[in-house]
């Protein structure tokens, strides 16, 4: 096998590192040029989503497979490297079921702290794999659920959804057409404004209207940002450095499909088993070193989905949330819950 060229920040469980004669670039083209250019003849890369490899093709001559281990592909030239025959893999639906729990961890730290109430229902915006994921285990656990997309028959108002207690988005980033999602929360957007998790991309933000926002208190938890990596005053309560897919799956699973694509003679390592994740922990690490948010991204640890949690690890997350039966947290644990 030939070197293959592998982003920084992209995680290479057990011996890949090895099996793989894997060689690291860093995020950006031109500070990438020259490790390119000493590997003429390398013939797969795998980046992430803040990697776009199309300004550094020329440096890539012998490219044959182009593997986005990321899930959002708005810096993917999809076009380019197709018309050079280049095969393409993405990670796409790999971190659905991570960023569902980082919804469902908002949402229980804001009902257990009386942020917001329960019955007050849960609006979500977006009906992708993780839109459907939220409003199917939101149903589970018998919460009031009103979701929008305007892509997608059979959901309610956007009027209708906005106006839950709590509303999330889960939308791609578009730039174009009647919907695009670039700069889409505005002024414009909302009648009243509800409180706000955002686990969805940074630029779906209108700037100003985010330091509006901000400023409210109604910014909920926020996994991304009008800019990354955020300044000081952009950091609140339950705010994590672009992390909410980063389970175990989430960050392997695009990786290990690219590689299953690419190379299906290749007998992959197990994926890690990861540990339980905490979103206030998390959110405590960062609001206590927030010049640490790029270096936590690039080398977040391991982490378990809900519905790998041990039984014990089970008792001990409900236990943090002691308003509610063991009932109640049932469909959190069942690996069918998104299809």
Request: proline share 8%; with cysteine; hydrophobic share 40%.
């Amino acid at each position: 096998m030939k070197k293959v060229l592998v982003q920084e920040g992209v995680p290479l469980p057990g011996d890949l590192t090895e099996m793989l004669g894997a060689v690291r670039f860093p995020t950006s083209c031109e500070s990438a040029r020259s490790v390119f250019q000493q590997n003429p003849d390398s013939e797969t890369i795998l980046f992430r989503a803040n990697f776009n490899p199309g300004p550094c093709l020329s440096d890539l001559p012998a490219l044959k497979k182009a593997g986005l281990i990321s899930t959002g592909t708005d810096n993917l030239p999809e076009r380019e490297l197709r018309s050079r025959g280049i095969e393409i893999s993405t990670g796409e639906g790999a971190n659905a079921n991570a960023v569902v729990d980082y919804a469902m961890q908002a949402l229980l730290e804001g009902w257990h702290s009386g942020a917001f109430r329960r019955e007050d229902g849960v609006g979500v915006i977006g009906r992708g794999r993780i839109g459907s994921g939220l409003v199917s285990l939101l149903e589970q656990m018998k919460i009031p659920v009103e979701w929008y997309d305007p892509f997608v028959s059979g959901g309610s108002s956007r009027e209708k959804a906005l106006s839950m207690g709590v509303v999330t988005f889960h939308v791609p980033l578009t730039r174009e057409g009647e919907h695009r999602t670039e700069r889409m929360l505005n002024e414009n957007y909302f009648s009243v404004l509800p409180y706000i998790i955002q686990a969805s991309r940074g630029e779906i933000w209108e700037e100003n209207f985010y330091a509006t926002v901000l400023g409210s208190g109604k910014l909920w938890a926020q996994d991304v940002f009008p800019a990354e990596p955020p300044p000081p005053f952009m950091i609140r309560r339950f705010s994590t450095p672009h992390i909410a897919g980063y389970s175990t799956r989430g960050r392997v699973g695009g990786l290990y499909k690219a590689l299953q694509i690419f190379f299906p003679e290749l007998l992959l390592p197990p994926m890690p088993a990861g540990e339980p994740w905490l979103l206030s922990r998390e959110s405590d690490l960062l609001q206590k070193n927030i010049a640490s948010f790029t270096e936590r991204r690039n080398s977040f640890p391991w982490r378990k989905e809900f519905f790998e949690y041990t039984a014990q690890e089970q008792i001990e997350f409900m236990a943090l949330f002691p308003k509610y039966s063991k009932t109640f947290f049932e469909p959190l644990w069942n690996p069918l819950r998104i299809a």
